[in-house]
């Protein structure tokens, strides 16, 4: 089971951008999910014109999930106790609901953030496919 990092959902909805053991893992998986706060943070992008998705957003967001077969993990209260208990090794609060998702699924989270490979238990993968 794997989860997406926001910035892999959108390289992912792209087409371009992630390296090919990725794109081939994504897609082999059994079980690929993102997180609700993936939606949030691409929200924000959107409307403060950073990101263009090309559709309103509440059209892109399940169309995206549709296309790719990923099913959305919603932010639950033992995910966000998860996450205010983690170590302060980074202050991204939505990186921070990532990572506890991850646990929380016991999911492999796809991520090329370096910062998140420093939280214990928490199974970070950016590569070659690992071979599930």
Do not use: N
Not at 26 to 51: N, T
Not at 70 to 86: D, F, M, Q, W, Y
Request: with cysteine; net charge negative; glycine share 8%.
């Amino acid at each position: 089971m794997i989860l997406l990092d926001t910035c892999t959902l959108l390289w992912l909805a792209r087409g371009e951008g992630l390296p090919s053991g990725v794109a081939r893992a994504i897609d082999e998986a059994d079980g690929a999910f993102v997180s609700a706060m993936s939606a949030l943070e691409i929200g924000i992008k959107v409307a403060k014109g950073r990101l263009v998705v090309g559709m309103p957003l509440r059209a892109w967001w399940p169309a995206v999930l549709e296309q790719h077969r990923l099913a959305e993990v919603p932010v639950e209260a033992e995910i966000a106790l998860r996450a205010a208990a983690l170590p302060p090794l980074h202050a991204d609060p939505a990186d921070r609901v990532l990572i506890a998702s991850a646990q929380h699924l016991r999911a492999r989270l796809v991520t090329p953030d370096p910062l998140i490979r420093a939280y214990p238990g928490v199974d970070v993968w950016w590569g070659d496919p690992p071979g599930w």
